[in-house]
T-cell receptor
Framework: KAGVTQTPRYLIKTRGQQVTLSCSPI?????VSWYQQTPGQGLQFLFE???????NKGNFPGRFSGRQFSNSRSEMNVSTLELGDSALYLC?????????????FGPGTRLTVL | AQRVTQPEKLLSVFKGAPVELKCNYS??????LFWYVQYSRQRLQLLLR??SRESIKGFTADLNKGETSFHLKKPFAQEEDSAMYYC???????????????FGQGTILTVHP
């Protein structure tokens, strides 16, 4: 099976702009989670979507939002970008049926805010 | 609240030496613990998970609920083990894990020849 893919891989934006990142999960996986990775804060959970519904949410401001489509693909959006939003954004997918499931990570989108 | 602590940011050993990467957690319910690894220029990938009780690439980890620890061990380190290692925790409900992982800050392991 193809792995988790994320597009674009790199983005440069300026403060105040908005950005949309895309994630395609492994075929058959219904759960998509998003994480922000920075040198200072490490890996932090943003939110999880399952069957087009947000199921879990981390401690990020409302400027960070996401959605999931019927084919399980997911997008996250960051509005009114701030310098501190510069980070590697990772998405991960899992089948999320019963039991404990591993999350499989994509390569990430590197966002730079100038 | 759930928390994962990896006390060592950097760990250096020589090839063939034993290695132990420490992980402590805090969670009020029944957690599932994982170790993820990130090799240079590669994506984050699962190394092992507690529920599987398996040994991957010679690494093992034992969940100690009394000490709330999940340390990663390998008896003989290899140069190819050099990487960033993350300990992660997932809460569970009714035996099913949530789609949220809480990560430790990571430990950079360097294995010298």
């Amino acid at each position: 099976k193809a792995g988790v893919t994320q597009t674009p891989r790199y983005l440069i934006k300026t403060r105040g702009q908005q950005v949309t990142l895309s994630c395609s999960p492994i075929s058959g996986h219904r759960s998509v989670s998003w994480y922000q990775q920075t040198p200072g804060q490490g890996l932090q959970f943003l939110f999880e979507y399952f069957s087009e519904t947000q199921r879990n949410k981390g401690n990020f401001p409302g400027r960070f939002s996401g959605r999931q489509f019927s084919n399980s693909r997911s997008e996250m959006n960051v509005s009114t970008l701030e310098l501190g939003d510069s980070a590697l954004y990772l998405c991960a997918s899992s089948p999320q049926l019963a039991g404990v499931h591993t999350q499989y990570f994509g390569p990430g989108t590197r966002l730079t805010v100038l | 609240a759930q928390r994962v602590t990896q006390p060592e940011k950097l760990l250096s050993v020589f090839k063939g030496a034993p290695v132990e990467l420490k992980c402590n957690y805090s969670y009020s319910g029944s957690p599932e613990l994982f170790w993820y690894v990130q090799y240079s220029r590669q994506r984050l990938q699962l190394l092992l998970r507690h529920i599987s009780r398996e040994s991957i690439k010679g690494f093992t980890a034992d969940l100690n609920k009394g000490e709330t620890s999940f340390h990663l061990k390998k008896p003989f380190a290899q140069e190819e083990d050099s990487a960033m290692y993350y300990c992660a925790l997932s809460g569970t409900a009714g035996g099913t894990s949530y789609g949220k992982l809480t990560f430790g800050q990571g430990t950079i392991l360097t294995v010298h020849p």
